[in-house]
């Protein structure tokens, strides 16, 4: 339990549970560091963070919206999901200015490591479907007249400090997510045909969800539009977006190829 005053500043932690979660090992010390616990929440999608216009306890209180969960980065970096709830406490009188308290129970649910291992269990997933699904015959690509060079254009300082791993890790993934997006093109093609959209945009989704943590800001618009031509049964336009994406495919896998030649040459 954690207890706030009607301003949002924190005056109050009780239990060991609170301990667990953050990190601290003892009340006073956590006390004495933290003026807010929504700077340990993790920004992300589904979840609680710490918004720039309204404060997480008011979006609690008054909100619609079924979030009710956090992810929280404790001090000795283990992400921890979290469930909140809130309550008001009202004073018969005002304690420094305050008519009544917010009460904030956290409930930890699963400790998980970092956005990687998510990346990964993505990963992992689509290539377990693909066993158990239909085996769908590959389709050369058509050799492209020039050898256009695949515009990386990555902040690496940003996307390695969230995803907290270095960069030879972070080129792992790329070469997995290319991988894995190279055997889901064919997929994506014979849902098409098959006129499975719902399971189409479904798989569209989940690929948009790695591409943006692994930062390929190219991938993204081209999946937007192929999902946008599905749900407007746009032949013409899912025709076209489909043949980009297989080019943008070939030339990360590319760009990823003459890295490891260039890494193995620096070997030698």
Request: net charge negative.
């Amino acid at each position: 339990m954690i207890l706030y005053d009607e301003n949002y500043n924190l005056l109050s932690a009780k239990n060991e549970t609170i301990l667990d979660i953050f990190g601290y090992s003892s009340l006073e010390k956590f006390l004495n560091e933290v003026d807010d616990i929504a700077d340990f929440f993790i920004k992300k999608d589904g979840y609680i963070y710490k918004f720039k216009k309204f404060n997480w306890i008011d979006y609690l209180n008054y909100s619609e919206s079924d979030i009710d969960r956090a992810l929280i980065k404790n001090i000795n970096d283990e992400l921890i999901e979290v469930e909140l709830k809130v309550d008001e406490l009202l004073l018969k009188e005002e304690i420094n200015g305050s008519k009544h308290l917010y009460i904030i129970n956290l409930t930890p649910l699963e400790k998980r490591d970092f956005v990687e291992v998510e990346i990964k269990n993505d990963l992992a997933d689509i290539k377990d479907e693909k066993d158990r699904e239909q085996k769908i015959e590959k389709k050369e690509l058509k050799p492209l007249d020039k050898k256009p060079q695949f515009n990386i254009n990555i902040n690496y300082e940003k996307v390695l400090n969230r995803l907290d791993i270095q960069k030879d890790l972070y080129y792992e993934l790329l070469d997995e997510f290319t991988k894995v997006l190279s055997e889901e093109m064919d997929r994506l093609n014979y849902y098409y045909k098959k006129g499975d959209n719902d399971l189409l945009c479904k798989k569209i989704r989940r690929l948009k969800h790695i591409s943006s943590n692994l930062e390929l800001k190219t991938f993204n618009p081209l999946l937007n539009s192929l999902e946008r031509g599905i749900k407007g049964k746009n032949s013409n336009s899912i025709e076209r977006f489909f043949n980009l994406l297989k080019k943008e495919v070939d030339l990360l896998s590319s760009y990823l190829n003459n890295k490891k030649d260039r890494s193995n040459e620096a070997k030698y």
